[in-house]
């Protein structure tokens, strides 16, 4: 017995002796996707929320349009223009050599993911820049601190303590929209519960499937709580009374 036929022999299902290996792997596939894709929106959501806060207006203004579309247009829609729209243009993509990225439904996947995400992430990476207290902005300035050293040592180490539950809230939505990627043929955890059922006709794999996303979700949520409680440790009062607050 291999690790692969394991849940279903300790599970003693059938579905799960059969298809448990390839549910792994697209479990594996699920994860990558969504961890390289919040990754890459992350950093593309910084750039995008200091050119809305600093930048020129029409920098601006592109910038605004950005977020606007990829926020208001469905997510499964982004995805299908990429894959089948841009997907579409072969011998464009053959003559400057990017063919090999528009034919797999992986990188498609991961593109539309990331403009995606990168949209909501700089709306929150804007919002919580914003709300720091001007105050303290101007100290900096006047110490004699450069642009770089402003950002990395008084904005960013406090917007990321505000940011950081929005942005847990946006890893957790990808998480549980990742499932979409299965519809451009691509065998993550969603396409390959789909190909066990199509094979099957067992509807339990679903419900092991929902299991998996939601043990995904409950990992996340725990992991940032814990995050969270370590960096505003400092902000607790020691009055136990307001503490109860």
């Not at 797999?104 to 929150?124: G, K």
């Not at 040592?153 to 946006?170: F, K, S």
Request: contains cysteine; hydrophobic residues 55%.
């Amino acid at each position: 017995m291999t690790w692969c036929e394991a849940p279903g022999y300790w599970l003693g299902h059938e579905v799960l002796q059969n298809y448990g290996c390839r549910i792994a792997s697209g479990l594996l596939v699920t994860i990558e996707l969504v961890a390289l894709s919040t990754t890459l929106g992350c950093a593309i959501a910084l750039c995008i929320a200091l050119i809305r806060l600093k930048g020129p207006a029409w920098a601006r203004g592109a910038m605004a349009a950005y977020t606007t579309f990829f926020r208001g247009t469905p997510l499964l829609c982004q995805l299908f223009l990429i894959y089948y729209g841009l997907g579409s243009f072969r011998p464009f993509w053959q003559s400057v050599d990017l063919w090999w990225f528009f034919r797999e439904p992986f990188y498609c996947a991961l593109l539309a993911f990331t403009i995606n995400t990168a949209a909501y992430q700089a709306e929150i990476f804007r919002g919580a820049i914003a709300s720091l207290p001007r105050g303290q902005i101007e100290a900096a300035k006047a110490l004699g601190l450069s642009r770089f050293q402003l950002l990395r040592l008084v904005v960013m180490p406090q917007a990321l303590i505000v940011a950081l539950r929005p942005l847990g809230n946006e890893l957790i939505t990808t998480i549980k929209v990742s499932a979409i990627a299965s519809l451009v043929t691509l065998f993550d955890l969603m396409g390959a519960t789909k190909l066990a059922f199509a094979r099957s006709f067992d509807l339990s794999i679903y419900l092991y499937a929902a299991a998996i996303y939601l043990a995904l979700v409950e990992i996340i949520r725990r992991v940032l709580a814990l995050i969270e409680a370590h960096l505003t440790r400092h902000s607790a009062t020691d009055n136990p009374h307001a503490r109860a607050l």
